[in-house]
Structure formats: C-alpha cells, structure tokens
C-alpha cells in the first residue's frame, strides 16, 4: 500500500485561493507527480463547489456535507462537524495510510476501525492557540466567545493527535511546541506552494503592497493598523488588495490619496501586484504557523517588510526586513524605496530559503513515512 494514500481534507482544497487549501492543493499535486494514487475525501461547505481539476490528481474523489449546528460535548466545532459515517466506510475499502488535513479532520483519527493503519496528521497550525488569538483579535461578543469555548475545547482536544503514527509540523516553532508532548512521531514538513520558480523582478516598482483575505478579522486588524500607524504617515503610493473589506477599512482608505484598496482580484492579478511591487509588506498579530503569503511572496517579491511575529522561528528573518514598530516601518519604507532590487539582492534570497519548500523533496518525506 506503499504508494496509496488516503487524504481527508477540512475543505475543497481547489482552488487554491487561501493558506489552508494551498498547502492541500499543492501537496496533492505534488504526490500524484511521485507516483502516488491519492483517494481524496472533501467536506463541502459554504460557496466552494466540487471540482473537476481534482480528478486529474486523485483516482477517486468523495465528497462529505459539514454538518451545521452538530455539537458534541467538549468537542471542537470544526471537528464534531466533519462527522460522517460513510467518510468512516470508505476510508475502510483498503489498507491505506490515511493523511488527516488538520485537527478539523481527525474525527475518526482515534476509530477502533482505523487502529492498524499508518495515519499522518498535518498540522496547519497549534489550534488552540490561533482561535484564542482569533477571539482576541475579534470584537463581534458572539464570535468572540465562540473563538473562546473552541480554543479550549480544541487544547483539550489535541490528545488525539496520539493515535497518529506521524505529526506533520508546518514550521519549526510549531515542531517545538508539538514534541513537547507528542516527542518523535513530530516531524518538520514546510508548507506547499503553487511556486516552482522564483520568479523576483530586478529593478525597482514605485509603489508598497499589502494583501490577505480583508474579510478575516486578524488581516482586517492589520490592514487597519498599517494604514493609520504607516501607510498615512507617509506620500509613498500604497495598495491593499483582498476581498470582504469592511466598511470601516474602506473609510480608512479613502481618507489618504496615497493608499488605493483594490478588491475582487483573482490569484494572477495578486502574483502581478506582488511582482511589480517595490516591497510587500507583511504584518500579523498572530504568530501560529507560517503565512502562506509569505512563501509566495519570498518566491515573487522584491524587498519584503514584516513585523516579528510574521517570521518568528521560520528561519526566514534574513529573507526579510524585520520593523518591529511603526518609526522603524516608515524609516525601512522610505530607504528601500530608492533602493534597486539587484541580482545580488535575488542570490541572497535563494541561498536563504534553499531547498526548504521544494515541494518534490517535501512529497517525497511524505513518501517514506507511508511506505
């Protein structure tokens, strides 16, 4: 069953428009070019549709409701509502190892049924911890105490993770955190990316960009903070580019002519905006996982500005220019801005992030601990 997998995915992971399902999307693509025949299982939910491009990948592709308002006692939402018995039934037509995507789907990591079987968790992020920095970051009191009860119930939770044969870690701080508990089944697997090339202009652009879904409240916080701490305190041209502003972001926007909200862009319009740009500025309030984002951008952008958390234990610190408050942002904005992005500049770059989210060498890890 070397070369069988099963996959059970939190969500559609095509297209590969945000973090969650990017990492999924090119992780499977990445196994099908290794020679491996992935059974793929989807939970559907919200305006994402089934998708023929999956099937080039996957011999099979199923598809499971998630179920609203299904809650059972001390167990996490985002579990309990990617329950489905026929899921359990189908994982059971072989003997396959089975790669769980996320805490979100390992309600069956534990079955008595699947107790034989070489099982893989990816972890996305240390759950618990980013839906307390969600509740954190969120001031609608329902969500909020939501993002709460669901932080607690997912720590509480996490000791499921036992029943796994390997722990996928998306970042060396998350390796950390998770051998705290789980020691050797964690493994290091950097995150996957739709990069095969990096693709970094020469020269300069004349203008800074910022981008993330606006509609999510931690890419909605920063959004609002560069904006009122940064990108008006200077004349320098900025774009915001992402979907599901708010009303209260678009006012913020409109008071500066300097800062231009761009929505409704598809994945290529954004890589163009990140490669034409002078320097992508980066800034999280969390600092769980590894920003998708950031990868691509390594792969796409000139200069690259972040705040701490943005990099923190990724080992990608000196890929970037790191400002850890709003007069250092401004002083770096202004400096790089009449800076050209050399050949040099571009050497740095790969020497830094090398082989390190080389999505071929990252499948075929994957590839050993299954066979």
Known sequence: ??????????????????????????????????????????????????????????????????????????????????????????????QAPILFEAVHSCYFLDHPKLENRIKLVRMHNIEHDYYALLAKAENHLFKKAYYLFEAKFLERYEGILHHANYILAISPK???????????????????????????????????????????????????????EIFSKTSIPFKIAGDGASNELKRAVAKNKNIELVEGQNPEEINTLIQNAQINVLYTFQPTGIKLKLVNVLYQGRFILVNPPMVCETNLENACIVADNPQMSIAAIEELMQKNFTQSDGDERRKIVGEQFDNNKNAMKICRLIS
């Not at 964690?186 to 509609?215: D, M, Q, R, T």
């Open 174 to 228: 998350d390796q950390n955190n998770l051998k705290n508990r789980f020691k050797e089944k964690v493994k290091l697997l950097p995150a996957f990316h739709g990069n095969k090339l990096f693709s970094f202009k020469e020269g300069k652009g004349n203008y800074c960009f910022y981008h993330g879904k606006l509609s999510v409240a931690e890419n909605h916080l920063a959004a609002l903070y560069l904006i009122n």
């Open 1 to 94: 069953m070397g070369n069988q997998l099963h996959i059970v995915t939190f969500d559609i992971p095509f297209p590969a428009n945000y973090g969650g399902v990017i990492d999924v999307f090119y992780r499977i693509k990445a196994l099908y070019e290794q020679g491996i025949e992935i059974t793929l299982h989807c939970f559907e939910y919200g305006n994402r549709s089934r998708r023929n491009e999956l099937e080039k990948y996957c011999k099979q592709v199923y598809y499971y409701p998630r179920k609203k308002y299904v809650y059972q006692f001390w167990m996490p939402y985002i579990v309990s509502s990617r329950s489905d018995s026929k899921l359990l039934n189908n994982l059971c037509l072989n």
